[in-house]
Structures are given as C-alpha cells and as structure tokens.
C-alpha cells in the first residue's frame, strides 16, 4: 500500500480533511482576510474541547456504556472554586491549579466508586454525581463574578509566536495523552478492557484500578479545562460547561473513535474540535442565524457519522 | 408460607416503596400538602416529565438511548405555543412530521447500524435549531384547549393524579399487554431470536421510536399547558430527567427490560424530591443535587434488595 493510501486508512484523517475543506469555505469568502485571526480563533476555541474531549476519548474507549456525564459539572465547579481561591491575585496561581485538580479527583472518585459499590450504570452514576456537583457550583459561586489573576488573563488569551497558549496547553495534554496511549501500557490496559471486559480480566489486567484512573483522568482534564475556560473568558459563570457536554462525546465521535469502545486516536479529536468550530464561523460568515446554525451542525454530525459508520462496516 | 413475589413485583416495588416514603416525608413536613389543591400542586410538573420519560423508556426497551428528548420537547412546546394555536391544521401536520421524522431515526440507526447515542445527540442540534427558528425568544401563547385540558379540575383527584394514572395504565397496555409491546422488548432481549422468528426488526425499532416521538409531543403539548408560553430551552433538562425516571422506575439501559409503571412512578418521585427539599428548607443552590442524591438513595435501596432476593434464592 502506497503512503498515500494507507494515510486515508486513518480513522482520524476524515475529521482533518473535513476540518480544512471548512476552513477554505470561509477563507475563500472572506476574500483571505482574517485568515490569520480565524485561525487563531479556532485553535483558541477548539483548545477547550479537545482537552474536555480527550477525557471523555480516554472513558468512552473502555467500553460500551461508559460515558462522563459530569464533564459540564466538573468544569464550572473548578473555574468558580479556583477563581474565588485565587481571587485576583497573581500569587494564588499555583494553588488554584492545585485546587482544580483536586476537585477533578474528588468528582472522578466518587464517579468510580458509585459505578463500582452500586454497580449502576456509569451514564447514571456519572449524572447523579453531576447533579451534586451542580448544586455545590451554584452554592459556591452565588452568583458572583470574580475576574482572574492579571497574569493568568493575560497568558490565556495571548499568543506565543503566533500560537494561541490554550492551543499549546492542549497540544502538551495531547502529547502526554497519545504517549498513555500508544507507549505504555495503561493504555494497552484500556483499549482490552473496552474490547472485551470479561477477557481483559481473564488476562489479570487489573481492570478496577485501570477503570479508575481512566475515569479519574477524564475529571481532572475537565477540571483543568473549566479552570483555563473560566480564566479565558474573564470569570466563571454557572452555564460556562453545558455546551462541552454533547461537544465533548461530538468530538470524540467524529475523530473516528469507535463508540463502541477500545480502539481510540488522540489526533481525531483535534481534527474534529478544529471542524466544529470552524463550521460555526463558516456559517457565521455566510450571514445564517443561530437556528440554521445549530440545525446545520447537527446535519453535520449524523452524516459524519453515517459516512464513519459504512467506511468502517466496508472495511470488516 | 411460601409468599414469592415475582421479580416484575419486586422491580416496580421499590421505585413504589421510595415514592410512598417521600410522599410521607413531604405531607409529615407539610400537613397542608394533603389536600386536592395542595397535591395538584406537588405534581403538577410531572406529567410532561412523566411523559417524556415513557417516550425514552420505549427507545431503552430497543437497547438505545435518546439524547435529543429535551431540546425535542421544546421543539414541540414551540409548535404547540405558534402554530397549533395560530393554525391548527399546520400545527399537526408538523406535529405528525415530527413523530415520522422519530421513526425515520429508528430505521437509520437500525440499517446502517449506528450508535443511538451519536445519531440522537446530532439530532439534539436540529430540533434545537428549529426551536429556535420557531420562538427566538420566549412568547407564544398555548392554544386553549390544551390550556382548559392541563387545569381541568376532575372530581376526587386533581388533574395530576389522573393524568399520570391514565398515561401508566395506556403505557402499560401499550408496553406489556399488546404484541407490539412484546415484540419491541424482545428485540431489547435477543434481536437475533426475534429475527429468527419471522418478524422485522426494522419496523420494531421504527414503532419504538415512532411511539417514543408520539409521548414526547404530548410532553410537549402538556407542557405548554402548564406554562401557558413556550421557550426554546423550556425543557433542555428533559434529557436527563427522563433516563434518570426510567432507571429510578426499575427499567434498565440493556435487555428490553422496562416498566411503564414503574416510570412513570420515578417521573413523580423525581418530582416530588424538588417539593421535599423546599420543605426541609434547604436552599435552593442544593435542589439539584439533593435529586442527585435521591437518585444514589434509590440505586443503593435497589442493590440491597436484589441481594437479599439473590440470597433467599440461594437457600
């Protein structure tokens, strides 16, 4: 098989192919200006879902059912708890990252822990906890709004070298996630538990604990996302994560991640974060509302999906 | 004495047992609750959730999930408060359109052999996209009789009562009694043995979905009688809620295993767990997770009985 040819093989390829010809659509309107600020805007904002979205990549690969419901929950908890601990002041910043991943572990624990004492589904156990931690944000942030540290405002929204630093931050967490991944074998662990449950415990992997940390990292990433999300955006507000909870399984889904768990791709996940918000600037180029815009992503999806589904049904 | 409940029993036993305990809690708390005015007011809200949450439970009985449910509902809630009103005619043919297009879903999830989650969750995005074309901001108005319909004053039990024990039992028909109902949680069971059988499993699932659209649009229709207005985000929570009511109900996510009964029993008692708290007077910041916490109470309830059950079949 020629190069060319085995890089189409790639699950993830489609989303990226997908993500450009978009990108030209817009550029091509806007007559090549702002192609620079568009592109700076998409990897900003395609930042925030792909690291929620690598989470959730690493949760949905274990396996038919598993799915993190309190990704939106996690997020607003950490950004509001951060900001109120740092409260302005430029030598609280390592604390509050501190802080934020903290909550991730506690949410990821006791995520875990119903899934394994009450053996409840993880979709519902992800949810109720997600209800709790709902309630301890609204609690917690009383509808305040306390502005970031001055430096940390500053590092989320400007540019090294040209490169948005959310955008770099993502590409770090991708990094180490493809190593996980690919190179150890945590990450052999989780695609055989996502294959087959019952041989990966025949095989004295230890499932539990592989389960655990896997769910456990899927809240601190979202945790650590909220917090760059609610520094990003000047303060955190109370609906700052609803909208990564379907973006978060979108993307995971269109970067050609099996949802049926076990086989899994770190560059999918840029390639369809890129994608989903570049067709939102595409059709806001073209002057459609938010109507049409919503129901043109949700289009989007399902054919994305209906095209991902008969490639890989041709290829068994 | 040998007295054996069978296992349906027991399933719907438990979601009856919380919602009675609750329903104890609340009127020891608030006496005054135990009236005609007061109960219709407790449960008022939970028929459009009772409703949606039999339209989920019929796509769990097929072994899927429906993602879209809320921004659905408010879809319909926004026909219901424009054109149902302003134009019936229309109003219905859109209606009608919109369980067709549910049943459609079912077909290509079936043939192409998607995953429910993804299909709906893109779905999620069109319905709320229209809804948003319908009533960019909140307004319209509910017709009138859907009006007269949600605050009809029934003798000897308020409207809430009724309605929810009208839609349980026309679940329960539908769902356990018809050989439609049988043949939809025999493909949740074993699809291929319903295959093997003679029957199509494409019209199964096209029937489960199409029945699932027809409760939602009454949730939706209900809603907006209860609101008199409509909003594209009126009923974004629904989603959740109705899964939640489903599993609270004794049904579950795989196996065709569910029980209208049952969820319409959790619609209530999910209800219900708002009214409690206010009673307890804890702050509304803690109403959402104290139903979170209800839902963990009910699970655990549920494990340990499964294994006392599990332990006097041992013996």
């Not at chain 1, 490169?163 to 931050?169: F, L, R, W």
């Not at chain 2, 919380?18 to 109960?39: E, I």
């Not at chain 2, 985000?233 to 109900?249: D, P």
């Amino acid at each position: 098989m020629s190069p060319v040819l085995r890089l189409f093989g790639k699950p993830w390829i489609w989303s990226w192919l997908a993500a450009f010809v978009v990108w030209f659509l817009t550029v091509t309107v806007s007559l090549g200006g702002g192609t620079l600020g568009l592109s700076q805007a998409a990897l900003t904002f395609a930042a925030f879902s792909i690291i929620v979205g690598i989470g959730q990549m690493f949760v949905i690969t274990l396996g038919p059912g598993n799915i993190d419901l309190s990704v939106p929950a996690t997020m607003t908890l950490a950004g509001t708890v951060a900001l109120k601990l740092m409260n302005v002041e430029n030598g609280m910043i390592l604390p509050g990252v501190l802080v934020a991943i903290v909550i991730g572990l506690v949410v990821g624990l006791c995520n875990y822990s119903l899934i394994k004492a009450l053996r409840i589904p993880p979709i519902i156990a992800t949810l109720s906890v997600s209800f709790i931690v709902q309630s301890a944000a609204i609690w917690t942030n009383r509808g305040l709004r306390i502005k970031p540290p001055s430096l940390l405002a500053d590092f989320t929204t400007s540019n090294t070298f040209g490169i948005p630093n959310v955008a770099i931050v993502a590409l770090l967490i991708s990094i180490f996630a493809w190593f996980l991944l690919e190179k150890t074998i945590y990450g052999r662990w989780i695609s055989a538990i996502g294959q087959s449950m019952p041989a990966a415990r025949m095989a004295g992997i230890p499932v539990d604990g592989t389960r655990l940390v896997t769910y456990l990292f899927c809240a601190v990433l979202a945790s650590v996302a909220g917090y760059l999300l609610a520094c990003f955006s000047g303060g955190a507000a109370l609906n700052m994560g609803s909208e990564y909870l379907l973006m978060s399984i979108a993307v995971v889904v269109i970067g050609g991640t099996a949802v049926a768990g076990g086989d899994s791709n770190v560059p999918g996940i840029w390639g369809a974060s890129l994608f989903m918000f570049l067709v939102v600037s595409m059709l806001n180029t073209y002057g459609l509302g938010a109507g049409i815009r919503l129901i043109m992503t949700g289009l989007i999806i399902i054919s994305v999906i209906m095209l991902a589904g008969g490639r890989r049904a041709g290829m068994r | 004495m040998t007295f054996r409940l069978s296992s349906d029993t027991m399933r719907l036993a438990i979601p009856a047992l919380s919602l009675t305990l609750l329903l104890a809690a609340v009127f020891w708390l608030q006496p005054r609750a135990m009236s005609y005015v007061g109960l219709n007011l407790l449960f008022n809200l939970a028929v459009p959730i009772a409703l949606a949450t039999i339209a989920q439970m019929l796509v769990m009985a097929v072994n899927d999930l429906d993602l879209s449910m809320g921004t659905f509902v408010s879809f319909v809630a926004c026909v219901t408060a424009t054109f149902l009103r302003d134009a019936p005619v229309i109003g219905i043919l859109i209606l009608a359109g919109a369980i067709a297009s549910y049943a459609a879903i079912g077909v290509v999830i079936h043939l192409r052999s998607l995953p429910s989650i993804v299909v709906t969750l893109g779905m999620s995005f069109v319905w709320g996209g229209l809804a948003v074309l319908l009533l960019p901001a909140p307004g319209g108005q509910s017709p009138d009789w859907v009006r007269w319909l949600m605050t009809v004053k029934p003798p000897l039990a308020p409207m809430a009562i009724v309605a929810s024990v009208i839609i349980a039992v026309v679940a329960h028909l539908v769902v356990m009694r018809s050989s439609l109902g049988v043949l939809i949680r025999g493909v949740g069971g074993n699809q291929r043995s319903v295959e093997r059988a003679g029957w199509s499993i494409v019209a199964a699932r096209a029937a489960a979905y199409g029945l699932a659209g027809f409760f939602a649009v009454l949730a939706g229709v209900a809603l907006v009688g209860l609101t008199t207005s409509a909003d594209a985000n009126i009923a974004l929570r629904y989603t959740l809620l109705s899964i939640a009511g489903v599993i609270l109900g004794g049904g579950e996510f795989i196996g065709g295993r569910v029980s209208p009964i049952g969820a319409v029993i959790g619609a209530l008692t999910l209800t219900l767990a708002g009214s409690f708290l206010s009673f307890l007077r804890i702050s509304p910041d803690w109403q959402i997770g104290a139903q979170g916490a209800i839902l963990i109470i009910v699970l655990a309830l549920r494990l340990m009985l499964n294994r006392l059950e599990k332990r006097e079949k041992r013996r």
